[in-house]
């Protein structure tokens, strides 16, 4: 909502933050970690060889999404938490 202009020719905006619907979701991201793994190169090879029909672009886009799902699955299964084991691992550095 634009408020009425005062001492400049801008007009200054009112925002309301209120409304807007926040997410829980983290945004996806690549840990260079996983290319050590046993298991990554395998699950990549799985999830990039399914088969997909259709036009290039859409199925590498489709392949691309399920792998990330797979990938934030496989994250929390194979290394868990790492924020709160640092967390504790800090804390218990601190008292000694």
Not at 8 to 21: Q, T, V
Not at 39 to 55: C, E, H, K, P, Q
Request: a positive charge; hydrophobic letters at 45%.
């Amino acid at each position: 909502m634009a408020l009425p202009r005062s001492f400049s020719d801008h007009c200054p905006l009112l925002i309301r933050l209120s409304d807007f619907e926040v997410t829980s979701s983290r945004p996806f991201r690549f840990q260079s970690m996983w290319l050590e793994h046993q298991d990554f190169i395998t699950l990549v090879r799985s999830i990039w060889s399914s088969s997909a029909v259709g036009n290039p672009l859409p199925v590498v886009i489709s392949k691309l999404r399920s792998l990330r799902k797979a990938l934030k699955t496989w994250y929390w299964e194979i290394f868990g938490d790492l924020n709160s084991d640092i967390a504790e691992i800090s804390a218990n550095l601190q008292s000694i």
